[in-house]
C-alpha cells in the first residue's frame, strides 16, 4: 500500500465542490491509499483492500508525534504544487450524467470526453470527472460526490521525457476520490477506472 495524497482541506480543496463553503470541514486532511499489488488488492472494490480515501482531523495526525532521528531516509515523491484553471465546457445540466453509466453514453462525444484525453488535464480538482476512454464503469453514485482524480501520469516540465508515472492504476487508468457529505463520518472512496 502506497500513501498517494495527503491533502488539508484548509487551503487545498476548500474551494472546490462539493467541499466548498463548509467551514465545518476545514481541520480534515484528505489521505488517499493505492496498492499497486493485484495479488493483495482487488482494484475494482473501492470498499476493501487498500485502494482507500478517508478524512482525519489535523488534531488527530498530531498526536504521538515523535521525530524520527538524525537519519531518516525518505523516498521521493512527486508534489502537485498548484493546479492550472480549466473550463470542463460540459452543460450543467449535464453534470449529473457523469456518474450514471447510461446517461452518460447518451451525452454527445464532446462532453462526454471534454478533455479529448489531453494528459495534462487529467489530474483535477472538482468540475466532472474525465472518465477513461471505457467511460464510468460502476462509479459511486450519489449521495457521493466526484472530489478529484489523479492520473497515472503527470507531466513536469522538469523532467527530459515530460512525464513521470505516478501509480499503477491497472496499468492505464484514473485513480477518482468521491465523497459523501450527508453524514457526519464522511466518507469518501477511492475509484480506479480504466
Known amino acids: 500500500m502506497s500513501c498517494l495524497a495527503q491533502i488539508p482541506v484548509r487551503g487545498h480543496l476548500d474551494h472546490v465542490e462539493p467541499l466548498a463553503g463548509r467551514p465545518d470541514l476545514l481541520d480534515k486532511v484528505l489521505h488517499v491509499f493505492t496498492c499497486e499489488r493485484l495479488t493483495i488488492c482487488d482494484f475494482w472494490d473501492p470498499h476493501r483492500g487498500a485502494n482507500a480515501a478517508f478524512f482525519l482531523d489535523e488534531e488527530e495526525l498530531r498526536r504521538g508525534e515523535q521525530w524520527g532521528g538524525p537519519i531518516v531516509s525518505v523516498l521521493p515523491e512527486v ?116
Open 79 to 194: 508534489w502537485i504544487e498548484g493546479w492550472a484553471s480549466h473550463d470542463d465546457l460540459v452543460a450543467e445540466e449535464a453534470v449529473d450524467s457523469f456518474t450514471d453509466d447510461t446517461s452518460f453514453y447518451a451525452l454527445p462525444e464532446k462532453w462526454q470526453f471534454p478533455h479529448d484525453f489531453d494528459t495534462t488535464l487529467r489530474t483535477k480538482l472538482g468540475g466532472v470527472p474525465y472518465w477513461t476512454g471505457n467511460g464510468p464503469s460502476n462509479p459511486p453514485r450519489p449521495p457521493f460526490r466526484f472530489l478529484l482524480q489523479v492520473d497515472k501520469w503527470l507531466t513536469l516540465p522538469e523532467v527530459a521525457e515530460g512525464a513521470v508515472e505516478l501509480g499503477n492504476f491497472c496499468s492505464d487508468g484514473t485513480g477518482f476520490v468521491f465523497v459523501n457529505l450527508d453524514t457526519a463520518e464522511l466518507p469518501a472512496l477511492f475509484v480506479i477506472n480504466r
